[in-house]
């Protein structure tokens, strides 16, 4: 009875939002059900049946593999399942193998996880009905642009990373579009990831007189930095992405540790009482399950809309905003979300918090 009378409350919100409320629809959750992806998958199926319950739809989960090689068996699932729409997938190999398949189908696809920009543009051209819930690979280096323009300004700056792709990717990206701006680093490095000890890295940020690094390396290679550079008494401000938002290995984030990432939803005032509810139903609202329930909810908004003005779904998912847990959701021509999720955060008390300040060691 709790449950329904908070989802009740939730949907009424809704309603006073969006004037089309969802109507029921099959939707397929393309989402790991074994290995060591299986607890992801979980949460997406748990996350989109939870909505799907008290609306009259129906979630149909279809195993991914993340193999290449298991594409066909995935495209044939999910074209046999009858769904309208499909939400999920973890991994890029299973876009890759399904997008076509789908775009004939007119079903369109939503991705909870996978950021890559290049299968985007390949979707865009090929006209594929291919929609991000997830933020892209270029919304993080402008989003970490941003923050280091509005609070770094004048300020010794130096970028570092690990050498592996992304950290390699992003850092460039993030030196490229400040250097459009006329915004220089002082220093910039790549470091050896997973040493026990970077305390020569920190000498070498010492020795240039970098007071704020941004690193594109993931949370151990930077709590290792941070806790060097307290025993080395450097006084340095780091800011690190979205992997930061990861849990703690042998070294625990020091406290302060800056990260642009994409805040806890369940912590967020428009999903207070949908955590609350899940939590008393058994799910703990935590990684990919209040995405998916959003991802639901707006699909389900958008099926209203379709069938308002004769539109396909993938059609009317370009209409928005749509009201969400995550906030509206409004795709742009892009098939991208308008705003973006991103936030300065820092670590605090063992999880990251809302920065109260600039970030900025003096």
């Known amino acids: 009875m709790f449950r329904l009378i908070v989802k009740s409350i939730v949907v009424a919100g809704l309603i006073s939002a969006s004037p089309a409320l969802a109507a029921g629809l099959k939707v397929a959750v393309v989402a790991p059900a074994e290995g060591p992806f299986a607890a992801l998958g979980k949460q997406m199926v748990d996350g989109a049946a939870f909505q799907a319950e008290d609306r009259g739809s129906q979630v149909i989960p279809i195993a991914e593999s993340c193999d290449p090689a298991g594409g066909e068996a995935l495209t044939k699932a999910l074209l046999a399942s009858g769904a309208e729409a499909a939400i999920g997938f973890l991994c890029t190999e299973s876009l890759e193998a399904a997008l076509p398949a789908l775009a004939e189908a007119r079903i369109p696809a939503i991705t909870l996880s996978v950021r890559s920009d290049i299968l985007m543009e390949d979707a865009l051209k090929k006209e594929w009905p291919f929609f991000r819930l ?18 770094w300004k004048g300020k010794p700056l130096a970028l570092i990373d690990d050498g592996t792709i992304h950290s390699r990717e992003l850092v460039e990206s993030v030196r490229n579009a400040l250097a459009e701006i006329g915004v220089t680093p002082v220093f910039t490095d790549t470091y050896r990831p997973a040493q026990e000890q970077q305390v020569g890295l920190v000498r070498r940020l010492a020795k240039s007189g970098a007071t704020h690094v941004f690193t594109g390396g993931d949370r151990y290679d930077t709590a290792v930095i941070a806790r060097d550079a307290r025993a080395e008494n450097v006084p340095i401000t780091l800011l690190g992405g979205d992997v930061l938002n990861a849990a703690d290995l042998d070294v625990p984030l020091e406290e302060g540790v800056l990260a642009v990432t994409v805040p806890e939803a369940s912590r967020s005032s428009e999903a207070e009482a949908i955590a609350k509810a899940m939590r008393a139903s058994g799910i703990e609202p935590e990684g990919y399950v209040l995405p998916a329930f959003a991802a639901m909810s707006l699909l389900e908004q958008a ?8 539109s396909a779904l993938s059609e009317a998912l370009l209409k928005g905003p749509f009201a969400t847990i995550l906030g509206p959701v409004k795709f742009n021509a892009s098939h991208e979300r308008t705003d973006t999720p991103y936030r300065l955060m820092e670590w605090h008390d063992g999880r990251f918090v809302a920065a109260t300040g600039a970030g900025g060691a003096e």
Not at 134 to 151: Q, R, Y
Not at 303 to 310: I, L, P, T, V
Request: no cysteine; hydrophobic share 40%; net charge negative.
């Open 134 to 151: 997830a933020p892209s690979g270029k919304a993080e280096t402008a989003a970490v642009t941003d923050v280091i323009v509005a609070n």
């Open 303 to 310: 099926k209203d809309q379709a069938a308002k003005d004769g």
